[in-house]
């Protein structure tokens, strides 16, 4: 299983001190069906604790995600911020992730090369 966080949203999570053993984390839990959210289309909204104030004063992330495959941060935000997205914003991320989950391997790479991706390494996910 692959991690990723696109572009804009590892700028978003480090603005909000979001750090990426938090988000591996997060994926730990959804790999045992542990998540806020099945939104469809293949994104999911998933609590993430932001330092000390833990996942309900947290932020809230939205993941596209394969099972076994692979997963990417797509959109963050603190939960003080806002409630939810929005249903433009939701199609819009479904759309996104529809592209990036059937990204071959050669695409994977180029993204990454170009920076669009960033690949987020844990040995404990497989």
Known sequence: MRVFK???????????????????KAIREMLQGLYEA???GSIYKKR???GARGKSGGARTIVA???????????????NERGNINKKEEGALKGLAD??????ENQI???VKAGDLIEV???KIH
């Open 6 to 24: 696109t572009k804009s949203f590892s700028r978003r999570a480090k603005d909000m001190g979001l750090d990426d053993e938090a988000l591996l």
């Open 38 to 40: 099945n939104l469809g």
């Open 48 to 50: 993430v604790p932001l």
């Open 65 to 79: 995600f394969k099972m076994k495959d692979k997963a990417i941060f797509l959109y963050g935000f603190p939960k």
């Open 99 to 104: 592209v990036f989950l059937n990204y071959s």
């Open 109 to 111: 790479a180029d993204a």
């Open 121 to 123: 390494h844990d040995e």
